[in-house]
Nanobody, 124 residues
Framework: QVQLVESGGGLVQAGGSLRLSCAASGRTFSSYAMGWFRQAPGKEREFVAAISWSGGVIYYADSVKGRFTISRDNAKNTVYLQMNTLKPEDTAVYYC?????????????????WGQGTQVTVSP
């Protein structure tokens, strides 16, 4: 129904920045929260950040708070993740996801649609 495509990943040195984008297409819908998750090698997928449809609710994992910023442009059906002061431990495949119930929570089960992921590699 809804397709999500991430972009903006790549290789960056520690301390650098990247900006990820997630564009929605297909049968998009209003009032959906968007979230970012990541999965590092050998680890479970973890929550990174989420934003409600209106932008009124924003939630970050403690590990990225103060360094990452999530934002969205509903007119473009796009959500962004600005990542600053990157650390090697940020290395992971980053996934965006959409929650039609607009919960903007941390639980993966609340998100019905997922992108294919984009690789972020931070070298020491």
């Amino acid at each position: 129904q809804v397709q999500l495509v991430e972009s903006g990943g790549g290789l960056v040195q520690a301390g650098g920045s990247l900006r990820l984008s997630c564009a929605a297409s297909g049968r998009t819908f209003s009032s959906y929260a968007m979230g970012w998750f990541r999965q590092a090698p050998g680890k479970e997928r973890e929550f990174v950040a989420a934003i409600s449809w209106s932008g009124g609710v924003i939630y970050y994992a403690d590990s990225v708070k103060g360094r990452f910023t999530i934002s969205r442009d509903n007119a473009k059906n796009t959500v962004y993740l600005q990542m600053n002061t990157l650390k090697p431990e940020d290395t992971a495949v980053y996934y965006c996801a959409a929650d039609p119930d607009d919960s903007a929570g941390w639980k993966q089960a609340e998100y019905d649609y997922w992108g294919q992921g984009t690789q972020v590699t931070v070298s020491p």
